[in-house]
């Protein structure tokens, strides 16, 4: 769901407060189209700008949808004056969003040359204000969102292990959340791993690790504790992680380094 005032926030840091290079009179198509191939995302965020325009939106694909270059994902109608208006912040968006989603997908599938249960999950390693188009192009992509939000999970770092010690961490953090908040505990060192399910965590996240110290630390683990990779993992490394046996492979580059997928935006 995009809020009305995202848009507006949007659209006033593109338009400014007197452009005049969209006063154009009449109507017009517009046509959102793919430069590359990939897979789309941010097309309900380009709708909700068209939409507070006054723009109709005709025709959208779907996200999660592999398109190629010259496909038109999104289509619409309106006065030119404010197509116009709307093109550059739909553009960027999409463009962004379905960078991720592209990214996500060659992810999973690097993965499902594997394993066919790991999941690959994105990071709160996000774009202040668009963490919810983010996460929505790592779902179109195939991916797991992992946290939306600090509320979601509780997650015992390396500063709280510095600050308290690990038990203690545990301890505390599961006195103040609710029964159904899991408890994820990170580790540096395989050898860490077993002490993490010990204390109590539902999830230990394996961070930094070679693939190889990864499947040591997931051999110790008992089986209903769930075992999660993370740290600098790239697309190419997904085979190797995923070959550990380890549950989620978590990749904060989904969302920080993906390269935007190229659309231009076309009228008439």
Same mark, same amino acid.
């Given at each position: 769901?995009?809020?009305?005032?995202?848009?507006? #926030?949007?659209?006033?840091?593109?338009?400014? %407060?007197? &452009?005049?290079?969209? &006063?154009?009179?009449?109507?017009?198509?517009?046509?959102?189209?793919?430069?590359?191939?990939? /897979? *789309?995302?941010?097309?309900?965020?380009?709708?909700?700008?068209?939409? @507070?325009?006054?723009?109709? /939106?005709?025709? #959208?694909?779907?996200?999660?949808? +592999?398109?190629?270059?010259?496909?038109?994902?999104?289509?619409?109608?309106?006065?030119?004056?404010?197509?116009?208006?709307?093109?550059? *912040?739909?553009?960027?968006?999409?463009?962004?969003?379905?960078?991720? =989603?592209?990214?996500?997908?060659?992810?999973? &599938?690097?993965? #499902?040359?594997?394993?066919?249960?790991?999941?690959?999950?994105?990071?709160?390693?996000?774009?202040?204000?668009?963490?919810?188009?983010?996460?929505?192009?790592? *779902? =179109?992509?195939?991916?797991?969102?992992? $946290?939306?939000?600090?509320?979601?999970?509780? !997650?015992?770092?390396?500063? %709280?292990?510095?600050? !308290?010690? !690990?038990?203690?961490?545990?301890?505390?953090? +599961?006195? +103040?959340?609710?029964?159904?908040?899991?408890?994820?505990?990170?580790?540096?060192?395989?050898?860490?791993?077993? +002490?993490?399910? $010990?204390?109590?965590?539902?999830?230990?996240?394996?961070?930094?690790?070679?693939?190889?110290?990864?499947?040591?630390?997931?051999?110790?683990?008992?089986?209903?504790?769930?075992?999660? =990779?993370?740290?600098?993992?790239? *697309?190419?490394? /997904?085979?190797? @992680?995923?070959?550990?046996?380890?549950?989620?492979?978590? !990749?904060?580059?989904?969302? %920080?380094? =993906?390269?935007?997928? &190229?659309?231009?935006?076309?009228?008439?």
């Amino acid at each position: 769901m995009i809020e009305q005032s995202q848009v507006e #926030r949007w659209l006033r840091e593109d338009v400014g %407060h007197h &452009d005049v290079t969209n &006063d154009v009179p009449g109507e017009t198509e517009g046509r959102l189209v793919a430069k590359e191939s990939g /897979v *789309v995302s941010g097309l309900d965020a380009a709708e909700a700008v068209f939409d @507070y325009l006054g723009v109709d /939106v005709i025709e #959208r694909a779907d996200a999660g949808e +592999r398109i190629e270059s010259g496909d038109a994902v999104l289509r619409v109608e309106g006065a030119a004056s404010d197509v116009l208006r709307g093109e550059r *912040v739909a553009v960027n968006i999409a463009g962004h969003a379905s960078g991720i =989603a592209t990214k996500t997908r060659r992810a999973v &599938d690097a993965a #499902r040359e594997v394993s066919d249960s790991v999941d690959v999950a994105g990071t709160r390693k996000t774009t202040p204000g668009l963490r919810g188009v983010e996460k929505r192009a790592i *779902v =179109a992509g195939g991916g797991d969102t992992h $946290r939306l939000d600090l509320s979601h999970m509780v !997650m015992v770092k390396d500063n %709280h292990v510095a600050e !308290m010690g !690990m038990e203690e961490a545990v301890a505390r953090f +599961r006195e +103040r959340a609710s029964f159904a908040t899991k408890i994820e505990v990170e580790v540096e060192r395989a050898e860490e791993a077993v +002490r993490a399910a $010990r204390a109590g965590a539902n999830i230990v996240l394996l961070d930094n690790m070679s693939p190889a110290e990864v499947e040591r630390a997931v051999e110790t683990l008992p089986s209903e504790t769930l075992a999660e =990779a993370s740290g600098g993992i790239t *697309v190419e490394d /997904v085979p190797d @992680y995923a070959a550990t046996g380890v549950d989620v492979i978590s !990749m904060g580059g989904l969302t %920080h380094s =993906a390269p935007t997928l &190229d659309f231009s935006f076309r009228t008439g």
